[in-house]
């Protein structure tokens, strides 16, 4: 049985691109949430998807947008890239009904 | 705001003794709590939960304890291994709410031969 996968496992962009993650959640998850993780820094809530829909939103720009596909996967879209986009991006699925979500290995994203 | 923090950044344990790592929470009304294991280039990897309505849980050599009164969770590690090492996150929730875990900063926990 896969668990998240997440793809790319790395990628370098440059200021003010825009750069596209994309995310396969476990089997048998409906729920795909999204985080941001800083270096030395726990993970922070980007977004979560359920039903196609973005349910739950964290503090980040609208810059930030995403998708839930009908297989349930996910992609992360970041528009105008800045510097301190630069990190590590963490999906997690869950079902929706349950509270454990099981991470990705990570994107890591670095923004020249 | 929420936050969820921890005491001490980095611990070193001696291999075969017992690991505390402790973290402090300041939303009263988390009612979920996470504890995850994050390895250099690994995303979280889940290791035992608890409820609020519970002040411990334990699994294989972890047991978590949970102190609503002073907002406090700790996980224990038994007999800790190199494997062990690792970041330690503590990640807290609001079943009410959605799936939203707010993190703390994380603990390296590094194992001496």
């Known amino acids: 049985d896969a668990g998240v996968t997440q793809s790319p496992t790395h990628l370098i962009k440059t200021r003010g691109q825009q750069v596209t993650l994309r995310c396969s959640p476990k089997?048998?998850?409906?729920?795909v949430s999204w985080y941001q993780q800083a270096l030395g820094q726990g993970p922070q809530f980007i977004f979560q998807?359920?039903?196609?829909?973005?349910?739950q939103r964290g503090n980040f720009p609208d810059r930030f947008s995403g998708h839930q596909f009908p297989n349930y996967s996910s992609e992360l879209n970041v528009n105008a890239l800045l510097l301190g986009d630069s990190a590590l991006y963490l999906c997690?699925?869950?079902?929706?009904?349950?509270?454990?979500?099981?991470f990705g290995a990570g994107t890591r994203l670095s923004v020249l | 705001g929420e936050s969820v923090g921890l005491h001490l950044p980095t611990l070193s344990v001696q291999e075969g003794d017992n690991s505390i790592i402790n973290c402090a929470y300041s939303n009263s009304a988390s009612d979920y709590f996470i504890w995850y294991k994050q390895e250099s280039g690994k995303g979280p990897q889940f290791i035992i939960d608890?409820?609020?309505?519970?002040d411990k849980r334990q699994g294989q050599r972890v047991t978590v304890l949970l102190n609503k009164t002073v907002k406090h969770l700790s996980l224990q590690i038994a007999a800790t291994q190199p494997g062990d090492s690792a970041v330690y996150f503590c990640?807290?929730?609001?079943?009410?709410?959605?799936?939203?875990?707010?993190f703390g900063q994380g603990t390296r926990l590094t194992i001496n031969p």
């Open positions: 990640a807290e929730n609001y079943l009410g709410g959605a799936q939203k875990l707010v």
């Open positions: 089997s048998g998850h409906d729920t």
């Open positions: 997690a699925s869950s079902p929706w009904v349950g509270n454990i979500q099981y």
């Open positions: 998807y359920y039903e196609e829909e973005e349910r």
């Open positions: 608890i409820r609020s309505n519970m």
